[in-house]
Structure formats: structure tokens, C-alpha cells
């Protein structure tokens, strides 16, 4: 009985950990290569634009920036720089590795 509940208690603490990864419904592997493809090419340490990673922003922050679907300090569209479907990978990963998430990551490289 003891280990059952231990089970539980670790597949609750999975499912836990996992429901977030999940939530955004792109693909994370896929928005890493679009980010690094793409994304970084401009905003890199010696990039024409600001440094960015996936911990420049909170879940919330990533979260807020895709829903305003704007890049470039407001003036153009997110989907003029990726397709659909790529923005809501790229979105996946960068919330998925933000600051305050239980995966960070620099996405460095």
C-alpha cells in the first residue's frame, strides 16, 4: 500500500512538472532549432538587436508577448518574421525554458 502511494504521489509530481511543457501545444524541439535559426541571428550578444534568450522573460512575459503577436518594439507582426505554425513553436520553447520555469535555459550556441 505504502509504495502505491508513493507512486501516486510521484505521478502526480510528473504530471505536475509536465503540464506546463505541454500546455502551448508546439513543438519545444522544433522551436529551439526556429529560435536559433531564425531569432538569433539578430538578437545574439553582438547582434543589431537586444540579446535575447529564453530566460530574458518569465512564463507570464513570454506568454504576454505572444498574445500581442509583435516583434520588433511593436511595429511589425510576429508572423512576418516565422510562419504560424513556427511562432507557436518558437512560443513553446521559450515559455517552456523561461526564468521561472522548471526547465531554464540559455539556448546558447
Not at 509530481?13 to 513543438?27: D, I, N, Q, R, T
Not at 537586444?50 to 505572444?66: M, N
Request: hydrophobic content about 35%; aromatic content about 6%; glycine content about 8%.
Amino acid at each position: 500500500m505504502r509504495n502505491t502511494l508513493r507512486l501516486l504521489a510521484l505521478l502526480a509530481l510528473l504530471a505536475a512538472l509536465v503540464a506546463p511543457l505541454a500546455a502551448e501545444g508546439g513543438s519545444d524541439t522544433k522551436g529551439k532549432f526556429f529560435f536559433k535559426k531564425t531569432c538569433k541571428s539578430c538578437h545574439a550578444p553582438n547582434g543589431t538587436a537586444k540579446e535575447v534568450t529564453p530566460l530574458s522573460k518569465t512564463q507570464a512575459q513570454w506568454k504576454a508577448y505572444f498574445a500581442a503577436g509583435k516583434h520588433k518594439k511593436g511595429t511589425e507582426k510576429l508572423d512576418t518574421v516565422l510562419k504560424p505554425e513556427q511562432v507557436k513553436d518558437v512560443q513553446t520553447f521559450l515559455v517552456n525554458h523561461a526564468s521561472d520555469s522548471p526547465q531554464p535555459e540559455t539556448c546558447g550556441g
